[in-house]
């Protein structure tokens, strides 16, 4: 049997909006499963990455647990593809980037609804937030963007298609028009 | 405030289109614009109050919140960086006690930096209230400071401080022979205007603003637009960092380009015209005020003309620091009191110009050399130059030489030529044209000043050996992304990353595919942006990557890939805040094996 294509998949800053997309592949999911299969990723459960040839990465890079596992990603995979705007841009989470961080920090846990106990979580075990919010590219080498918010099941399709059978992938006017 | 607002809108006769005017005298007045005057005007003018702040916060001249009751602005141009302005600022902020972009909390004075003030050859230099203050030293800078403590009005400042010099150091064709005021229109209307037109046409004048449109085709296709009123504009929005020269001839030959811009008028059927000067330049407005009113004594401007019927007057309207004004239709638009956001092209003025009015808009140099054509002919004039570039053009050279200043040359000059006039040594390169023209190295300077070859609205900057051309390339590239007027996202958006990519790779962050991105976004915003500014916002990184691809590479770090800032320093916020300092709270710039 011929060697399937192993792909990662992980959700930064995200909200896994962008997974929930590539499910939307329905039934196409059936034949693509015969030509991949999946390593690290929120559909297997399995913790680190191996070698892979494709990481998918939605989400934008919030804090340093997000720069350890995208860099273990970018070890990992032979190609990296920052998925949807999060990924892109920093996305909806990158709006603090306008706010400093010690008042976003405040307005959660010191002043905000309900809280009793006011304190900044300090506990080493939490990663730190970085003070803004990064799009994947300006931290690791990126290899493909994927557009989208998120990018529609016909996006990876065409994509993870074009990737496989070797062509440079590419996206045609349809999936990348928005209105 | 209400009367001191009424009274401003009311000499502007209420128009919407004099709202630069009135928001000059507002910001003169209090050192910003106060909400309830916007309020005010908004009724008075009869415009949205979002126009209003859209203008004032498009114009770097207007302020929403409190300047110093002395505003200080220091040049950014690298002209002033080559003559220590750095230093200079620095010192300046020490004796003022303000840091740069701040107000003094007294709020007596305020310090930040402005795009070049087209005091290239006579920097370091600076503005204060608006009047520019060449030749900045220590000593000077003693002097401000003294002046501004002491809180001695800027009208009684020694007028040494505000002495600016012409610096003509090679005049030539038009420089060497002034027209004496009314000359060129007495030759005109004995010859008549249709005989005029043949020898603008025949001199083969070119605009010289850098674009080199055919004047006498402009002028020939704003005559027959089928309209009743038409509009001459003289564009002295002189902004092209290292352009100083429209500053020269306004000081001292502001009689024949006004003379030219009635020359046109007369041909093209107009009777209004504009001076459209650079807010930088507002120590001239007096002076321009004083000759329109010597001319209009001497019946060269006004009712009738030298009896010639023609009825034709001039209104010189002030910039407010935004470099894209110098783009006609982003010209026009200000002239109408609006935001400087270009127009659509076509329809171009000469159809369609101020308030929609066929309008001809050419460059000061350009009308001082139509009087001249007017006067003396076109075959005078075409007798020299080069096939497409007939006679000369005004160059304003600034930089490493001995002699800054003021040349005009015969097109076809060869750089080498000028370059030994004005004792350039130890020569890195040329910037020809400003940051929008092109850098020439040391291997090219047998190319010849020409619309045919190198064309340049008439900036000149030398560097040499000892500068570091990267430095420069970043001056240029941030000041697109400042001037940028941010209508469209190319040029808005793409200026600013070129400033980004560019600085990771100075800072040191840079890696192989940078240097591609790099040339990538330069391809994007140079393809896709809307006008000039955005079309040329590249090509200081375009010109020098083709011409030094050593100099970026050797700045790139042999990894695959670095992060453009600094990883650690960004979690050192949340640190503070969770109070944590251990291994887990810290990051690596690159993943270490």
New interface residues.
Partial sequence: MKTKIRIATTSLGGCFGCHMSLLDLDERLIPLAELIEFDRSPLTDIEHCTNCDIGLIEGGVC??EN?HVL?EF??NCKILVAVGACAITGGLPAMRNFI???EC?AESYLRGIGVENAQ???D?E???????V?PLH????VDYFLPGCPPSAEVFWTFLNDLIAGREPSLPYECVHYD | MQAFVKNIAEENQYKATHLLRILHAIQAHYHYIPKPAIEQLASLLNIARTQIIGVIEFYSFFHLSPRGRYELLISDSITDHLLGKHALTDYLAIKLNVAVGEVRTDGLVSLDNTSCTGLCDQGPAGLVNGYALPHLDHARIDQISELINQQTPVALWPSQLFQVDDHIIKPGLLLNHPLTPGEALQSTFKRGLVATLAELDTSALRGRGGAGFKTASKWQYCRDEPENQRYVVCNADEGEPGTFKDRVLLNSYAQQVIEGMTVCAAIIGAQQGFLYLRGEYLFLYDKLQQVLVERRQQGLLGNNILNSGLDFDIDICLGAGAYICGEESALIESLEGKMGIPRNRPPYPVTQGYLGKPTVVNNVETFLAAAAIAHLGGDWFASIGTGQSKGTKILSISGDCAKPGIYEYAFGTPIETILNDCGAEELLGVQIGGPSGLFISDLELQRKLAFEDLATGGSFIIFNKHRNLLDIVNNFTRFFAHESCGFCTPCRVGTSLLKNQLAKIIDGHGSAGDVVALEELCVLVKNYSHCGLGQTAANPIISTLARFPELYQSRLKNISYEPGFDLDASLENARQLANRNDAAAHLTQVEQD
């Fill in positions: 804090n340093s720069v860099r970018r070890k400093p961080l010690e920090l900044i979580p300090n080493l939490l990663p730190l937030l970085l003070d803004k990064r300006e931290v690791v080498k």
